[in-house]
């Protein structure tokens, strides 16, 4: 009976804990959508408000009746300049026009048809070609002829929703210019996205270096080599972010924001390139079968721990300068460790020990200043 009741008590406990976990998920899931949704606002109004000005000015000014084309045009400009270079933008609307433009000319001399549909894409994609396209031009380009010629095929048109567009993707233009969408908001994400994976490529390192694992030793540097992309990508978000802030007049008071944020990409750079060093040595050390002390094991795990929260901030849209206090105890703890027999092991702590000089100059601190906080070796 007792075993009854204890297996039964069990039982409920496992309920109880299931179903707090299931609505912790569930109320986390509610928070992400919600975080997300918030971060997509401003862009939601731009293209809601931006895609009614473009339908007002081809009804009002152009005289048309159903300018379908012009918000299109609109919305999809917009989405396209969101967080991204004004040229792209530029590109999908000389796409949009142009495919317009091709299409109204076909329908309305021959009509529409599978053979028609066939050289109207063709033809399109190839003027884009000719003028300099780039990919999302091109595309755009065949996409608009084919709505033209297959969906609104209406030869009495002429060149009204060629028009449309033009005057969809100009406001569009105007907006993302004056009123740019996330000049910082994307910087900041891709910075800590880089910090996150920073910090996994250096707790898989560790694991591949307690386990003495060759495979995830090799598994450890292409990690570490392909966040090269990433911070390609960061740089072009954060000189954008100064480009769009410096031109719209209603950015201006965030041009400090902004060039904070491109201060992030030197020693994000540096950082990235002392853990591929690192991951290197990893490796080597995993080849030749060198212990690497524990406590080293832990440094990583610990500066990992400290660019995660590094990463957080900036996913909230701070600058990580609350994480100064923990990297200093981290490099006064670095300074205490003993110095390994192995060449291989001493390099993995003076990398990562750069490392911690890299993060410090995330929080606002220069070179010379964050270099004084990491003491030299006992």
């Known amino acids: 009976m007792a075993d009854d009741r204890s297996a039964l008590d069990r039982v409920r406990l496992r309920a109880f804990d299931l179903s707090e976990r299931t609505t912790q998920a569930?109320?986390?899931?509610?928070?992400?959508r919600l975080a997300r949704w918030r971060s997509r606002g401003f862009l939601i109004a731009q293209c809601a408000v931006t895609a009614g000005i473009a339908w007002w000015l081809a009804t009002e000014i152009l005289g048309h009746a159903a300018p379908f084309f012009a918000p299109v045009a609109a919305i999809l400009v917009l989405n396209v300049t969101y967080g991204n270079r004004l040229r792209r933008g530029v590109e999908v609307a000389i796409g949009v026009a142009l495919g317009v433009l091709v299409g109204d000319v076909f329908v309305h001399v021959f009509?529409?048809?599978?053979?028609?549909?066939?050289?109207?894409?063709?033809l399109a994609m190839s003027l884009a070609s000719l003028v300099g396209a780039g990919q999302l031009m091109t595309i755009q380009a065949a996409v608009q002829s084919v709505i033209v010629i297959t969906l609104l095929p209406d030869p009495s048109q002429g060149f009204g929703r060629w028009l449309d567009a033009v005057?969809?993707?100009?406001?569009?233009?105007?907006?993302?210019?004056?009123?740019?969408s996330a000049p910082l908001r994307k910087p900041g994400i891709l910075a800590a996205q880089l910090l996150q994976e920073m910090a996994a490529t250096l707790r898989a390192a560790a694991a591949a270096l307690r386990a003495i694992d060759r495979g995830a030793a090799d598994q450890v540097?292409?990690?570490?080599?392909?966040?090269?992309?990433?911070?390609?990508a960061l740089q072009d978000a954060a000189d954008e972010g100064l480009a769009v802030v410096r031109h719209s007049p209603f950015?201006?008071?965030?041009?400090?924001?902004?060039?904070?944020?491109?201060?992030?990409?030197?020693?994000?750079?540096?950082?990235?390139?002392?853990?591929?060093?690192?991951?290197?040595?990893?490796?080597?050390a995993v080849w030749r079968g060198d212990r690497v002390p524990e406590g080293y094991l832990h440094l990583l795990e610990s500066t990992a721990a400290q660019a995660e929260r590094m990463a957080g901030d900036l996913h909230e849209g701070k600058l990580p300068v609350a994480a100064r206090k923990q990297l200093v105890a981290v490099a006064v703890d670095s300074s205490h460790l003993p110095v390994a027999d192995s060449i291989n092991a001493v390099v993995i702590l003076a990398q990562t020990r750069s490392m911690l000089v890299d993060l410090m100059e995330l929080t606002g601190l220069d070179y010379v200043d964050a270099r004084t906080l990491v003491p030299d070796m006992d």
């Open 111 to 122: 009509g529409t048809g599978v053979w028609q549909i066939v050289v109207v894409v063709a």
């Open 167 to 180: 005057v969809g993707c100009a406001v569009a233009l105007v907006v993302a210019t004056v009123a740019p």
């Open 251 to 284: 950015r201006h008071r965030q041009l400090g924001s902004a060039r904070a944020y491109a201060e992030l990409t030197e020693p994000l750079g540096r950082a990235h390139r002392n853990l591929r060093v690192l991951a290197r040595r990893s490796l080597v």
């Open 26 to 32: 569930g109320f986390q899931s509610a928070q992400r």
């Open 221 to 232: 540097l292409e990690r570490a080599r392909a966040g090269e992309d990433q911070l390609k």
